[in-house]
DNA sequence: GGTGAGGATGATGAATACAG
DNA sequence: CTGTATTCATCATCCTCACC
């Protein structure tokens, strides 16, 4: 393979963090209710995601804005510090939103919503390094700057040179310890970034991402209890067919795009069940 | 040209309510 | 519990205005 070659398809991966990505973070609906998300996988221990005061809990929005960074980061050459910076007018570019006052405020907000919500493992989240799932408190980014010009320019900021020579609208954001050890030690998935931006529903790109740490994890058929797929992703939804509603759009989205083989609802007694079959390694 | 706040309005789709 | 209708928050899109 040419150097070149092997750029231009580095440059369309998305490499995650294959314990993260097992995991609910992202609301997918716009539930008013905004508590914590909990999530009890079988194995045992306990996962949580924590909003910071005063703010909500992560939305599609900040699940497409995570993706873009992670993307970056990998385009980046994943660099040790974890430190990436873009301008926020290339950011929304690059994830397909127009530039305006309303998205700049998006994704500030978006940004420092991943920096401030904590995410909460209790024996859950697998750390590739360490022997024992992670007990503790962790957060996607550990740090974000971002300059404002309006900021930047008064006299009264001068004290932080930094901000004040920085470009406006440049941001500058650190990707977690915890997951940059994970994506190091080769704990991943990889996406493709086309394909990732093709998938229009969020529920079928949150899909897209849980499918392929089960295609990781070497299954071909995935066989997973309805319920338990709904607290995994996470849908808020209690019933069955309020269930099917939100994940059959996704389905068909996923089988379109050649994701995914096959995904088909069972009811056995009382249980309902999903069954997917998986894409092939190759596309 | 790039930022940045914010008003107005329509589109979207999941939550909710309600009937079966 | 399920199927259908309605409601409503969020988002997208358009704009104006101000500033560099």
Redesign the pocket.
Known sequence: MTFVARRRIATRAIVLDRSLESLPIFR???????TAISFSPESGGRWRVLPSPGD?LP????Q?VYIELLHRYHEAGAPEDGVISF????F?RSI???????????L?SALTRLERTTLESSGVYVAAKEAQPLEGRFTILSSVS????????REQFTLFPVLAAS????ARVTIGPVIRSNIAAGHTVTLSATHYMSL????ARRLYRLLEVAREEGMVTWRVPLASLAEQLP????????????LQ??HEMLLAAGLLRDASFR?LN?D?LVDYVLASRAA
């Open positions: 997918l609906s716009d539930s008013a209710e905004d909500r939305g599609t929005f900040d497409d301008t926020l007018h290339a929304l397909g939103r127009r530039v305006d006052g309303r998205t700049y405020e998006q500030r971002i300059a404002r010009r309006r900021l930047a320019e470009e406006p609208g440049d229009t529903n969020p529920v849908l808020t939804q209690r019933y069955p067919s309020h269930l099917q509603r939100v759009p996704a009811q009382r309902w």
